[in-house]
């Protein structure tokens, strides 16, 4: 008999079947002695949608909602049923006895296996594979010490009310906003209250009124002191500011007092995934959503880290016996940093990271007992990885010792202080470095002492204006959203790309904005869905239900109590909306007025008529031909002649050329070993090239 592995994605079921020894492969399974490994493409099935349940919720009409089905139901996704079929045909065979889940090992993942279980009819045993990393050694390690799927009962129950809470209301009152204002309106059970967020600060902004004021430096000796009182800095009376700086000039400062201070700071934790993702977009300006691709191609292309989607950032008691071998691994490629880590036996001098309470799911982000071939990664996967190894190797150093020295002055009756840090042990920045937002000076006021005198030199009196909150960057949102339990590590990338895609926050020199649509949109929301504590309340719910302690019954009865009220609302509203992105020019084929929308390759000009397709390229297209001139890319039009290309910049024109190039047969082996390869068995495309190319034969 056999054991059925089902897989999130083809890539990892290939690491699977390799590891368990299965080497025949077909269009939807790789099979061996023991084990049959198959493989989800993502989620293969989907809650129904309205028009599921009854054909006349195709057309949205306010006075159907809200659509509240008494049991939500299941479907199969169309673009990928052959895949759901062939897992259907495996579950068949009477040579398999038990299943084994070995999709990511997340709330998501339960859903997309569980899912398929369940239009499966699956009846015989189901056992969990969960690992936290992809190595060949968490595999066979994983395989032995199978879970019994009962175990994870709560986290798919978690999962599905999450679904289905997001199903109703998001749904239903987008839906209702886009019926209601007769524009694509879109809203959510955490999107909206993050756009809430973006928007209160956005008023913050706008109410902002700036305000002069002015600070006093001198030079004292060789230290650069600030005035002061009662710890202010700032003065806003430009006449106190002179009288104070003419009755200081050139007058004797006495030493009050010196303080000196040795203090010390602790070895940062290793990252969460909401941690990673805020430093990678401080540091190398990466959006959410890219960090978590990066990420998520280091875990399961490369196997060099440990588990994406945590919100852990401590490690079990268990895994301090593995530290050795991680830094066995580390060192051919980090040869300088492994060394304190060596020399104490790969003894973690952080002994706080170790905590079992604080790890749920999983562990935080670390390295693999993988070694790393620096060379195979790209420019973003090796900026990523660098900084998980460097956070990581920082718990085998001791903690950074400084001294500050705070020096007191009297010049008159007006008060001044210089202050100084100095370093005693550099500790585990030696490996992630001190930051650009600190500098040390060494050792200039160590022979300071209270009483000496010196002479006010070099006053200088600066005017500067008080300036408003910066607007959110990313890394800013996922701090707020983390605060308010907004959304999980895995979901609040996403979050953030939905609220851009949709056109209500813009993304400017990475800080986010709310656009007039947003900024017109939550005008119109209920105030308890913009609510970041109505939402934080949800997801408590929800993560008490996936513990076990909390009621799925009642929280999806309190939601579609909540849809109700949100939907109704918005039928009563006697607010007022304006597509902000209707222009002066009018469709041709029906005569409304034309939409401004923004895509991929550029502004659109879209009908404004639900029932009129008529939409055209507002910015030229830009190709991939370089001009001859000045080599920027050239754009692409279309005239009575035919396509051209022409340079924005020096006007050149190059007609496009209209003669097709056949294709080659070396070009046809290629483009079908290109789309038959890793990513995807049994691709359509790559089952169309071979037919066209058995055809030819």
Known sequence: MKSLVLAEKPSVARDLARVLGCTNKHKHYIEGPKYIVTWALGHLIELKMPEDYDPKYKTWNMNDLPIIPNKMQLKIIRQTSSQFKGIEQLAKRNDVNELIIATDAGREGELVARWILEKIRWKKPVKRLWISSQTDKAIKDG?????????????????????????????NVTRALTTKYDDPLSAGRVQTPTLSMIFDREKEIQAFVPHEYYTIQAKIGLMTASWHHNNEKRLFD?????????????????????????????????????????DANRRFSFSAKKTLNVLQSLYEQHKLVTYPRTDSRYLTTDMESTMRDRISALQHSYKEECKVALQNNGKVMARKVFNNDKVTDHHAIIPTDERPALANLSVDERKLYDIIVRRFLALFYPVYRYETIKVSFKVGDESFSASESSIIELGFKTVTGKGDEETYIEHRLDNIRAGQTFTVNNIQMDKKWTEPPLRYSEADLLAKMEKFGLGTPATRADIIEKLLTSETIDRVNNRLHPTPKGKQLIELVNNELKSTELT????????????????????????????????????????????HNLTGSKCPECGSFMKETKGRDGRMLVCSN????????????????????????????????????????????????QKKKAVSKKEERQLLKKYSGDETFGNSLADALKSAMEDKK
């Open 238 to 278: 430009e006449k106190q500011a002179h009288e104070i700086l003419e009755k200081v000039t050139d007058q004797p400062a006495i030493i009050t007092s010196v303080d000196k201070k040795e203090k010390s700071e602790q070895q940062p934790l290793p990252y969460d995934l909401t941690e990673l993702q805020r």
């Open 536 to 579: 934080a309340k949800w997801e408590a719910e929800l993560e008490a239900i996936a513990r076990g302690k909390g009621k799925s019954e009642s929280f999806l009865q309190n939601i579609r109590k909540q849809t109700n009220l949100l939907v109704t609302e918005i039928k009563n509203s006697d607010k007022k909306y304006k597509a």
């Open 610 to 657: 639900k029932e009129c397709n008529f939409r055209k390229r507002k910015d030229p297209k830009i190709s991939n031909r370089r001009c001859p001139q000045c080599h920027k890319k050239m754009e692409i039009h279309s005239g009575k002649a035919g396509t051209y290309f022409q340079c924005r910049k020096c006007n050149l024109v190059e007609k496009a050329e």
């Open 143 to 171: 395989f032995k010490q199978l879970k019994p799927a009962k175990q994870y009962d709560a986290l798919y129950e978690s999962a599905v009310c999450r679904a289905e809470a997001d199903w109703l209301i998001g749904l």
